[in-house]
């Protein structure tokens, strides 16, 4: 409605020729002013529309097969780095909390991928540090990360085949565990083959598919071979007529039956999870639009046990920059979700 009424006051032909007489001016006048103002009408317009579409523009999430670490790690814009910090509630009657101690940093190139990543212990001591290293590709050829809580250094270097498929991984860890790891794939790029070796023991993995007409994955059977026996992975998918997972099962002998229900809103974002094992619900998570944890139900032996809620404030890009995590234990008689940490995010852009 304001941008009718402001153009129907731009725009008004008849401005100038309603205009006292001694404030007319010639024909020529009139004619260039009139021509002015479309042309400032016209900017307006356009100006009006580049502000309304970034201010309203659908963030589009995705929930696999992901282009770069800004879509891994569910951030939206041209992120340059991330700092997390956390504060735990001391006084749960007051709701006072405690100064905030750093959790991690990562830095981001401007193509979205990760170029070093620092985590914290509890009191804002350095653990661990991982850089990584591209090429002009975009592709991760190095990674060196350094744990300072259990001394140990590992380096992973990476080939990639014309597809831009990593076919073989090397890892080195204290310059005495060597592990190497060689990976082959179909024509759906989904990979069907691992053979893995370490010191001169080796093991391999053989993936199996089955596909719809889509090219989504029905069935995968994984199967493990190494000097002590033969472990097979069982997993079965199913989808809705969007081509949304709805359903995941997975099965195996040695953990059991496991499954996922997915549930999606009316613009296909995954909005409710709910996971089940061994036939028990063990977890209900609900999501808000940007893929973010509102609320997690969890359950003990199929009863509800304890509910964890979060609020967020977003910046610009639709980031969260500060999350409040909030515990019901329905184990006893709480009534209410008592706060229990507050966690906040300083987020820098390219």
Not at 66 to 71: L, S
Not at 140 to 167: D, F, H, M, W
Request: proline share 1%; with cysteine; glycine share 6%.
């Amino acid at each position: 409605m304001k941008i009718v009424y402001l153009c129907k006051v731009w725009t008004c032909g008849q401005t100038c020729e309603h205009a006292p007489v001694g404030t007319r001016g010639s024909l020529a006048t009139r004619h260039k002013m009139t021509t002015k103002m479309k042309i400032y009408t016209i900017i307006f317009f356009v100006l009006i529309l580049i502000i309304g579409c970034t201010n309203n523009v659908e963030k589009r999430i995705k929930y696999g097969d992901f282009e770069n670490d800004w879509e891994r790690d569910y951030v939206f814009g041209q992120v340059r780095s991330i700092k997390q910090y956390k504060a735990n509630v001391i006084d749960f009657e007051s709701g006072n909390i405690e100064e905030p101690i750093i959790e991690y940093k990562k830095n981001y190139t401007n193509f979205g991928k990760v170029i070093d990543h620092e985590i914290f212990d509890n009191f804002g001591k350095l653990i661990q540090l991982t850089k990584n290293e591209y090429n002009n590709k975009e592709q991760r050829v190095k990674s060196i990360s350094e744990n300072y809580l259990i001394p140990s250094k590992t380096i992973e270097t990476a080939v990639y085949n014309e597809k831009g498929e990593q076919i073989i991984a090397n890892i080195v860890m204290d310059d005495t565990l060597n592990f190497k790891a060689m990976l082959d794939f179909d024509n759906h790029g989904n990979l069907v083959s691992q053979i893995n070796n370490q010191n001169g023991d080796s093991t391999s993995m053989s993936f199996e598919y089955k596909y719809n007409d889509r090219g989504n994955i029905l069935w995968k059977k994984q199967i493990e071979k190494s000097e002590f026996g033969t472990n097979e992975y069982i997993n079965e998918f199913k989808y809705d007529q969007f081509g949304n997972l709805i359903e995941l099962f997975f099965k195996s002998e040695l953990s059991g039956d496991m499954k996922s229900i997915y549930e999606y809103d009316q613009k296909n974002r995954i909005k409710k999870v709910i996971q089940y094992k061994l036939g028990q619900i063990e977890n209900e998570t609900l999501f808000d639009k940007y893929y973010n944890q509102i609320l997690v139900k969890y359950y003990n032996e199929g009863t509800l046990n304890k509910e964890m809620k979060y609020e967020y404030v977003f910046d610009s890009n639709g980031n969260w920059v500060e999350r409040k995590a909030f515990i019901k234990e329905n184990s006893n008689t709480a009534k209410k979700f008592i706060l229990i940490f507050v966690e906040t995010r300083k987020i820098e852009y390219y």
